[in-house]
């Protein structure tokens, strides 16, 4: 069984540029969750995807969107980067939707670099 | 809104020791699930347990434990005869119904130190 991965590992970029992120979900988990997890913080909750379609949304700006494909892999995309958004983002999957009693499965993350 | 308070933010101790990291939470939901949840240096979040709300029981796994008291809306985590391998960032979390969505809210973190 394959679990959940992300790329890029690592990523620069700088201010005002665009990035997209990458998550493949665990095999068998058709919810993919996003969390941006700052230095010394906690992750927080970006969005969330679930057959291809947002199903929730933390207090987060438009620029944060996302994409969920057939296949359930999903993509975050951030516009006009900003210092601010330098964190390790991570990739959630879980089997089913919207089932809280699902514990989600972390990918490695993705570090991102805005100078 | 829910939150969930760590507060303790580092903790050191000399392997062997046991160790206990607390984790207190706010909700206003009847039914939720708490998490602890293990970052290595590495980054990635390790599943360690899952507890809900109508299941007070507490688990021993091994050399962890976990103390859940919803009088006190605690989710405490031990360790027991701590190794260095159990260096690491922990988190506690939080998951509610909220419609369909299923997000955790997940403490600061403690970072905890085994020294040989």
């Known amino acids: 069984e394959t679990g959940v991965t992300q790329s890029p590992t690592h990523l620069i970029k700088t201010r005002g540029q665009q990035v997209t992120l990458r998550c493949s979900s665990q095999?068998?988990?058709?919810?993919v969750s996003w969390y941006q997890q700052a230095l010394g913080q906690g992750p927080q909750f970006i969005f969330q995807?679930?057959?291809?379609?947002?199903?929730g949304r933390g207090n987060f700006p438009p620029r944060f969107s996302g994409l969920q494909f057939p296949n359930y892999s999903s993509e975050l995309n951030v516009n006009a980067l900003e210092l601010d958004d330098s964190a390790l983002y991570l990739c959630?999957?879980?089997?089913?939707?919207?089932?809280?009693?699902?514990?989600?499965?972390f990918g490695p993350g993705t570090r991102l670099t805005v100078l | 809104a829910q939150k969930v308070t760590q507060a303790q933010t580092e903790i050191s101790v000399v392997e062997k020791e046991d160790v206990t990291l607390d984790c207190v939470y706010e909700?206003?939901?009847?039914?939720?699930?708490l998490f602890w949840y293990k970052q290595p240096p590495s980054g990635e979040l390790v599943f360690l347990i899952r507890?809900?709300?109508?299941?007070?029981q507490n688990e021993i796994s091994g050399r962890y434990s976990w103390n859940f008291q919803k009088s006190t809306s605690s989710f405490n985590f031990t360790i027991t005869a701590s190794q260095v391998v159990d260096s690491a960032v922990y988190f506690c979390a939080l998951s509610v119904i909220t419609g369909a969505n299923s997000k955790l809210t997940f403490g600061k973190g403690i970072t905890l130190s085994v020294r040989p």
């Open positions: 909700t206003r939901d009847t039914t939720y699930y």
């Open positions: 959630a999957s879980s089997p089913r939707g919207g089932l809280q009693r699902n514990e989600q499965f």
């Open positions: 507890r809900n709300s109508f299941d007070e």
């Open positions: 995807y679930y057959r291809e379609e947002e199903n």
């Open positions: 095999s068998g988990h058709n919810t």
